[in-house]
């Protein structure tokens, strides 16, 4: 039996792969950690089977569809959902939360919440560019939080996916990006005493910045090396350039059995990794299409022998976090 990919996640500051003997619970696992630089190969085998749910496999095996970022069968992706945040199913959670604010390319900003234990992990995994704790408390405070800043300030709360990988291509500085948070983040706390929950406590402003970790920046997006850390990060405000997701980059819109996909790893955020491919230039793997396949490796040199689109094009089915 072979090992499947179960998807990308950023437990800390680089990209981890996860994996699962197939037909195996929680006890046959792996991760491989990716490094910039480092080349990867994979070949798909056979039909792509549902990930189960909650750390469970699916007890049918349900093979689903290659383009979906889901992986799931129907049954799998309700029970998934049900013990969600998302789902408003967790409304007497004593754990504390916190509400963050997002940001994602010029002018697009977004406000939500996670659980104070993951830290930043979700932010990571959704793939914010510069992101800013607003408050922590209670879920439901959180909650409260988040409806209003969409209601007085209106601060969406999901934003496409394909609008966040286009907008990497065209990031301004370090400096720019915390600024355009800061100023959303003033305009929040403005509304203390104004519908602003008691029950929220709020935190100061600080800008994250993952161009440095998701190596964006190195990879010529802003003109800036490795800018992370705060509002003072390294970088020049305003200067922008063509990036991984520039002009010209294309995008994995399904594997399919036996298909390749090889190259060297430039850059990764949320859930893409964007790979250097002699033949094609910058493809875009989202891997939450790669989940649910049997993978074995394959010759770095191979290249890629799946459908591509270009970025922006529809490469797979868009979804809102």
């Known amino acids: 039996m072979g090992w499947r990919c179960t998807g990308l996640s950023w437990p800390g500051d680089g990209p981890v792969l996860g994996w699962r003997r197939e037909g195996s619970g929680r006890g046959r696992e792996r991760v491989s950690a990716l490094a910039y630089g480092k080349e990867l190969g994979f070949r798909a085998g056979g039909e792509r089977h549902c990930v189960g749910a909650r750390g469970n496999v699916c007890p049918v095996a349900a093979v689903v569809p290659a383009g979906s970022t889901g992986a799931r069968c129907a049954e799998c992706a309700r029970l998934d959902r049900a013990h969600s945040v998302a789902a408003d199913t967790l409304a007497d959670d004593p754990r504390p939360y916190r509400v963050y604010l997002a940001w994602f390319g010029p002018g697009t900003v977004k406000v939500g919440i996670t659980r104070e234990s993951r830290g930043g992990a979700r932010l990571r995994e959704q793939g914010a560019v510069v992101f800013s704790w607003l408050g922590r408390g209670p879920l439901m405070a959180a909650r409260r939080t988040e409806e209003l800043l ?134 875009v793997l989202d891997t939450r299409l790669i989940t649910g396949w049997e993978l074995t490796g394959a010759d770095v040199r191979s290249g890629v022998t799946v459908p591509l689109v270009a970025v922006g094009a529809g490469g797979v089915q868009d979804g809102l976090f």
Do not use: M, N, Q
Not at 165 to 186: N, Q, S
């Open 150 to 283: 969409r209601a007085a300030l209106g601060v969406p709360d999901r934003i496409a996916y394909a609008r966040k990988r286009a907008l990497r291509g065209v990031l301004p500085g370090a400096d720019e990006r915390a600024a355009e948070v800061e100023r959303l983040y003033r305009r929040a706390v403005a509304l203390e005493g104004a519908g602003w929950p008691e029950a929220l406590e709020r935190l100061p402003f600080e800008a994250v910045d993952h161009g440095g970790i998701f190596g964006l920046d190195a990879a010529g997006t802003t003109g800036t090396a490795g800018a992370t850390g705060t509002a003072g990060a390294t970088g020049t405000a305003g200067t922008s350039g063509a990036g991984p997701a520039g002009e010209g980059a294309r995008a994995v819109r399904g594997l399919v059995g036996g298909g390749v996909v090889a190259g060297r790893l430039v850059a990764a955020a949320g859930p893409d990794l964007y790979l250097a491919v002699p033949a094609e230039g910058t493809v």
